[in-house]
């Protein structure tokens, strides 16, 4: 299970995820290539803070539709923390980058990054904007600044083994209140780039609780009082990743196929396999299933 807490402060509202264990149940699903389960990590790690605010049945949806090898990605969090997601070409891989950072950027290209929220309206909310660096980060930072105009800040990083096991994953999301004060933006400025990466911080045994202290201990006004920005928790969740697929939703999907195109499907086999996107769950019909429609 992963580790979300998410809480404000007077001139800002903060979201810090600890994610490996969703990112490497992903990767056990998908076996991603390196760079490729950098991307998938990335994005699900920040789903699960953008997701945190969500209530009852809300969903978010966030997906990246790009010309690079890896081509699409799609991910969902809900209310309680589950997230899941898929990633049409989990095995494209690019070389990485002369620091030795997986180059996540070329992985993806050029493209469009969408946000989809379904909050139980007749429409749901979709938010369009264009990749900047497809980096991830950024881009999540630019739709912000642009389509909701909200200045954020976010770090994500995902670091893996050799055998490809995750070693560390997580991030932090720093939103700005609206009239938030100068000298707080500055301060958090010059202390997001100071910190070290945030994987340097989860593998060195820092837990989300003492990331959210990092980002605020030494904050101080012009006056030099210590710590005059207090923060407050509002809520920790144990997140996962976890699919609410199940054969009923496979079997609807079959008999929109209609009549024609299910005679189709069986009279070369007798039993016909699907397979979920997100969680590779298999389901298997027969044709005796659709006896009813098929008469
Ligand atoms: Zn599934």
Not at 241 to 261: P, V
Request: aromatic residues 8%; charged residues 30%.
């Amino acid at each position: 299970m992963g580790k979300l807490i998410r809480g404000t402060s007077k001139n800002a509202r903060f979201y810090v995820v600890d994610s490996k264990d969703i990112v490497q149940k992903a990767q056990e699903i998908h076996g991603c290539s390196p760079t490729a389960i950098a991307a998938f990590g990335r994005l699900l790690t920040a789903s699960l803070m953008m997701g945190a605010d969500l209530k009852g049945n809300d969903l978010l949806t966030i997906r990246i539709d790009s010309d690079g090898p890896l081509s699409q990605i799609i991910v969902t969090a809900d209310p309680k923390g589950d997230v899941k997601g898929y990633l049409s070409n989990p095995l494209a891989d690019t070389a990485p980058k002369p620091d030795g950072h997986p180059d996540v950027s070329s992985l993806i290209g050029k493209g469009a990054l969408r946000i989809i929220k379904d909050m139980g309206l007749k429409e749901p909310y979709v938010g369009l904007s264009t990749l900047q660096t497809g980096e991830i980060a950024e881009d999540l930072a630019y739709y912000y600044y642009t389509s909701e105009q909200i200045p954020t800040v976010i770090a994500l990083g995902i670091s893996i083994n050799d055998d490809l096991s995750v070693k560390a994953a997580g991030g932090y999301m720093v939103q700005l209140l609206p009239d938030a004060e100068d000298w707080f933006i500055d301060k958090l400025e010059e202390k997001i780039k100071s910190i070290r990466p945030v994987t340097e911080l989860l593998e060195g045994g820092m837990d989300v609780q003492r990331i959210v202290k990092l980002l605020y201990e030494d904050i101080e006004d012009e006056t030099y009082e210590k710590l005059v920005e207090d923060y407050k928790i509002l809520d920790e969740k144990e997140p996962k990743y976890n699919c609410n697929c199940n054969k009923d939703k496979f079997y609807r999907g079959l008999i929109t196929l209609g009549r024609e195109q299910l005679e189709d499907l069986f009279s070369k086999e007798d039993k016909v396999e699907t397979e979920c996107h997100f969680c590779r769950t298999k389901y298997e019909f027969r044709k005796e299933d659709f006896s009813d429609i098929l008469k």
